[in-house]
């Protein structure tokens, strides 16, 4: 080959290199989201069985209704409760209370009032309710 034929296979190589890397860099970066937008993405569905760090109430204050909860949920006619989980907001469903769905919005960012309705146990009848929330407070 000559001199100018390597010339130009290595001008095109390292332009080959310089694509890929600016590409790789640039999608990178795509799946975070920027800071003040973090704690608004929902993030998973799993079974409360798989969450190792859920705290179970013991057995001889299960039956018992707190002060905190209605007395029966089910004659309510309430589907979930929205409840502090490790600083983030915690979608259980009712009857059963077990997790429905873990959220990435963050106490911290909500009004004092609705931490501590939530803090309390915000009851909610149905899923439309609930995906009203996860919308004003997601977005």
Do not use: C
């Not at 057995?59 to 209704?65: N, W």
């Not at 209605?70 to 502090?84: I, K, S």
Request: hydrophobic share 35%.
């Amino acid at each position: 080959m000559s001199r100018r034929t390597w010339g130009i296979t290595l001008t095109v190589l390292a332009l080959a290199i310089v694509a890929a890397t600016a590409l790789w860099y640039v999608r990178r970066d795509t799946a975070i989201p920027p800071e003040e937008q973090r704690g608004t993405e929902l993030v998973e569905m799993l079974p409360a069985e798989t969450r190792p760090d859920r705290v179970t109430q013991p057995e001889d204050t299960k039956d018992a209704p707190s002060a905190e909860e209605p007395e029966d949920t089910e004659a309510e006619g309430y589907a979930y409760v929205l409840r502090n989980h490790e600083g983030y907001v915690a979608v259980y469903e009712l009857p059963a209370d077990e997790i429905y769905e873990y959220t990435d919005v963050i106490m911290e960012i909500l009004p004092a009032a609705l931490q501590e309705e939530i803090h309390e146990g915000k009851y909610l009848k149905n899923e439309e309710e609930l995906y009203n929330f996860l919308e004003n407070y997601t977005s």
